[in-house]
């Protein structure tokens, strides 16, 4: 009997333990964590409002997309959000509000969940959707206050031809 409290007292210790690992004394993510964060990332460019950028962590936060830097026209190779601030300000004056389907989940790690996602629409009246399909790497940070996971970085790519024939920009073949 002795042993099977002594084994049982270990496997809650070890248990506890795997908690922080490989994230320099961080919590690791947990399935409802990555469930939350998912949701999240979802509905932020699924229907924004402006309480939602509580899931985004205040220090470091930046997203990254060659993506969005194409379809803007802009160069390629750098954040184009470099921070939570411009990333809030994009959103708030023109939110992106796309159908946004989570395809997949997976793999996930300690901090970082990748995610398919797939969005059908178009902002062109009388245009046909084109579908839009993404991955997305989210990193996560444990936030010591408020004692959960949010979003770190954002690192998304997807098909920016569809993307940017559904908002209006025109591709001629030639």
Known sequence: MRFFSILTLA?????????????????????RDVNKLVEAYRSILSSWNPSKADFLADDGFFG???????VAGLQTG???????QAFIDRQNSSPDNLPLTVVEVGPWNCNKITVIWSATFTYVPG???????GI??????????QKEHEIQNIKVEFNSMNFFRNT???????
Do not use: Q
Request: aromatic letters at 8%; hydrophobic letters at 30%; one cysteine or more.
């Open 11 to 31: 496997t809650s210790v070890s248990a506890g333990l795997l908690d922080f690992r490989h994230n320099g004394g961080e919590k690791c993510l947990k399935e």
């Open 64 to 70: 990254y997309s060659d993506s969005i830097n194409t």
């Open 78 to 84: 750098f954040p184009i959000f470099p921070n939570k």
């Open 127 to 133: 245009a046909t959707p084109l579908p839009v399909r």
């Open 136 to 145: 997305v790497v989210l990193e996560s940070s444990w936030n010591k206050k």
């Open 168 to 174: 209006g920009g025109v591709c001629e073949r030639r």
